[in-house]
Each structure stands twice: as structure tokens, then as C-alpha cells.
């Protein structure tokens, strides 16, 4: 019963925030989804509706890595993409994710790899 008032919960916080939180090409969207085994993050411009770049535990190399310290490793391969992309600046939407722990490792590596929001 908890799990689904918990998710509940996200997705009203994610309605929330999408409301406010628009990516442009000038300043893309990092959008990030924390399933129970892995963490993804995309690079997305909305005026476009495209997907810039993206990446996920599911294709990192090192898989040996789990939680916080793979999301951190997800950020600052998230931000090298970006780099080769030319796209520095851009808007982070935790998806209605509690900013902490693997979502804010992810935030911390993308700031560490050159990403600037």
C-alpha cells in the first residue's frame, strides 16, 4: 500500500515541476529515472521534442559499481557526452525524485564533469 501512495506522491511532485521546467535548445533539459536496479539521465530539448543525448547504468561499462557511486560515474559520463555535444549549460529535472542520495550522486558528477545548472 505504501509503494503505490509513495509513487503517487512522484508523479504529482513530476506534474509539479514539469510545469515550471521547460528544456530549450539553448538550455536542455537533464531528465533522470531511478528504477529499483538501475539509474537513467537524457539530455532532452522539448521546443524540439528531441532526445540530445542519454545514458544509464544499463550501458555504463563498469557494471560493478552500484547506487550512489554508479549514479555519480551516470553524471560524469552524462557530462562528457554532453561536452563532445557543445552543450554546457542546461536545466536538471529530478523527475519528482527526492533530491538525495542517487539522484543528487547523478547531479553531483554531471557538476563535476563541466555541466552547468
Request: proline share 1%; charged share 30%; net charge positive.
Amino acid at each position: 500500500m505504501a509503494n503505490k501512495r509513495d509513487n503517487l506522491a512522484r508523479l504529482r511532485r513530476k506534474v509539479r515541476v514539469r510545469q515550471k521546467v521547460q528544456g530549450t535548445e539553448a538550455r536542455p533539459r537533464v531528465c533522470v529515472f531511478r528504477s529499483n536496479k538501475h539509474i537513467y539521465a537524457q539530455v532532452i530539448a522539448d521546443s524540439e521534442g528531441k532526445t540530445l543525448a542519454a545514458t544509464s547504468t544499463l550501458a555504463a561499462t563498469d557494471k560493478t559499481r552500484k547506487g550512489v557511486e554508479a549514479a555519480k560515474q551516470i553524471g560524469l559520463a552524462l557530462a562528457k557526452i554532453c561536452k563532445e555535444k557543445n552543450i554546457r549549460k542546461v536545466i536538471f529535472d529530478r523527475n519528482g525524485f527526492l533530491f538525495h542520495g542517487q539522484v543528487k550522486a547523478l547531479a553531483d558528477g554531471a557538476r563535476e564533469g563541466g555541466l552547468e545548472f
